[in-house]
Nanobody, 126 residues
């Protein structure tokens, strides 16, 4: 079992920044990749960014490239999502996911993630 707890969401004006955290507990050594996804009201959950646990390879959605940065601190079992230059369209509930399947690159498909956190709300005002 793996438990994920997100934090760091909130209300910010357009152009501002937030840093989300995802604390991982349980079978942390079994996680091969960690991903951030988001879901806006009435929309499907969409990929934002992901990172491999051991080698640090990353992937980003085109919509956030150059603005968001994913990182991890394995000693603290925490994954971060630094979000800069936020836009109103970034408003969503952000979820952290853990993928336990061995791979060379982190997956962008939500159904391939085995565990999820409860989500944290990010609201960007214009």
């Amino acid at each position: 079992q793996v438990q994920l707890v997100e934090s760091g969401g909130g209300l910010v004006q357009a152009g501002g920044s937030l840093r989300l955290s995802c604390a991982v507990s349980g079978r942390t050594s079994s996680t091969y990749a960690m991903g951030w996804f988001r879901q806006a009201p009435g929309k499907e959950r969409e990929f934002v960014a992901a990172i491999m646990r051991s080698i640090g390879g990353t992937r980003y959605a085109d919509s956030v490239k150059g603005r968001f940065t994913i990182s991890r601190d394995n000693a603290k079992n925490t994954v971060y999502l630094q979000m800069n230059s936020l836009k109103p369209e970034d408003t969503a509930v952000y979820y952290c996911g853990a993928d336990l399947t061995p791979s060379y690159l982190p997956t962008t498909r939500s159904y391939e993630y085995d565990y999820w956190g409860q989500g944290t709300q990010v609201t960007v005002s214009s």
